[in-house]
């Protein structure tokens, strides 16, 4: 016997997917945006410049005001355009937090006992939005590299009962792509 699909579902089944597939972070109305990455060399440092676009969701927001800290997670990869090596892995953490009772946002990057102030979200959110990082390298023969970066808010670093709900709620994804972007390094 044989089997025939029907063109109805055939039309169903594609606009589902299309439907799926449709349904990006640009909705959503958060979520963070790689916007552009500048990349100079220093003696085996890259001094890099991330612009940013950070938006958090209301759920994240939520989250803030009832004193969960937040670890936004940035990775950046160095690698060899010519055969993919990877040649440096870095992270770096930037945990928001607020205080109700002076009603002030803290930051606080990585693990250095440097914190900034800020009165509202959204000076917090430019303050990471435009970094200036230093990666150290170590001598890079000449030739072609690129450098790939995300950024994200680490679910893994919520309290303990807030991860798996996290894991599953479109509201905790606001993981930007991975953005790629080559240079050279001359002699």
Same mark, same amino acid.
């Given at each position: 016997?044989?089997?025939?699909? %029907?063109?109805?579902?055939?039309?169903l089944?594609?606009?589902?997917?299309?439907?799926?597939?449709?349904?990006?972070?640009?909705?959503?109305? +958060?979520?963070?945006?790689?916007?552009?990455?500048?990349?100079?060399?220093? +003696?085996?440092?890259l001094?890099?410049?991330l612009q940013?676009?950070?938006?958090?969701?209301?759920?994240?927001?939520?989250?803030?005001?009832?004193?969960?800290?937040?670890?936004?997670?940035?990775?950046?990869e160095?690698?060899?355009?010519?055969?993919?090596?990877?040649? %440096?892995?870095?992270v770096?953490?930037?945990r928001?937090? +607020?205080?109700?009772?002076?009603?002030?946002?803290?930051?606080?990057?990585?693990?250095?006992? %440097?914190?900034?102030?800020?009165?509202?979200?959204? !000076?917090?959110?430019?303050?990471?939005?435009?970094?200036?990082?230093?990666?150290?390298?170590?001598?890079?023969?000449?030739?072609?590299?690129?450098?790939?970066?995300?950024?994200?808010?680490?679910?893994?670093? @919520?309290?303990?009962?807030?991860?798996?709900?996290? @894991?599953?709620?479109?509201?905790?994804? !606001?993981?930007?792509?991975?953005?790629?972007?080559?240079?050279?390094?001359?002699?």
């Amino acid at each position: 016997m044989r089997y025939c699909i %029907k063109p109805f579902k055939v039309t169903l089944v594609f606009l589902a997917v299309m439907f799926i597939a449709g349904c990006g972070q640009e909705a959503l109305g +958060y979520g963070f945006v790689i916007k552009n990455v500048s990349i100079s060399r220093g +003696y085996q440092v890259l001094n890099i410049r991330l612009q940013q676009e950070l938006d958090l969701s209301q759920q994240a927001r939520a989250a803030l005001q009832h004193g969960v800290t937040l670890a936004i997670r940035l990775d950046l990869e160095l690698r060899n355009d010519n055969n993919m090596t990877v040649v %440096k892995r870095e992270v770096r953490y930037f945990r928001i937090r +607020y205080l109700p009772l002076s009603e002030r946002y803290q930051l606080r990057e990585g693990a250095s006992e %440097k914190l900034q102030a800020f009165t509202r979200l959204r !000076h917090v959110l430019a303050a990471i939005g435009d970094l200036k990082v230093q990666m150290p390298t170590g001598p890079l023969p000449p030739g072609s590299y690129e450098l790939r970066t995300r950024i994200r808010v680490d679910e893994s670093q @919520l309290p303990a009962p807030m991860q798996l709900p996290a @894991l599953f709620s479109s509201q905790w994804r !606001h993981d930007s792509e991975w953005s790629v972007w080559p240079f050279e390094v001359n002699v």
